[in-house]
């Protein structure tokens, strides 16, 4: 079984950022900065922390470009973001 096709629905569609073709988004969850003994391959199972709590809002970028961000919702076995901000321009960039 695939992923759903995208069922991005939100009545502010006018306001998200424009693109001329098909976007890869990417949904950053979190990260953490860890020793680098901790990635040794034969250390395989270990569990690593994050530095965001689950209740905190992930990051969803456009190539390098952040354009939204929101919260994961997990239905039908299957992650979904539900956008609850949209970033108009994004300081990074």
């Known amino acids: 079984m695939t992923a759903p096709e ?7 569609t006018a306001e998200m950022p424009e693109f001329d073709d098909a976007v890869t988004l990417r ?3 979190g990260g953490a900065t860890v020793p ?8 395989g199972g270990r569990t690593l922390a994050l530095e ?7 990051a969803v970028y456009a190539g390098s ?3 939204a961000r929101g919260h ?10 539900r956008v609850t901000e949209v970033i108009r321009d ?3 960039s």
């Open 36 to 43: 680098a003994d901790l990635l040794d391959p034969v250390a």
């Open 65 to 67: 470009r952040l354009v």
């Open 72 to 81: 994961l919702v997990l239905r039908d076995g299957y992650y979904f973001v």
């Open 6 to 12: 995208t069922r991005a629905r939100s009545a502010s």
């Open 27 to 29: 949904v950053e969850v």
């Open 90 to 92: 994004d300081p990074a």
């Open 52 to 58: 965001q709590a689950t209740r905190d809002p992930v």
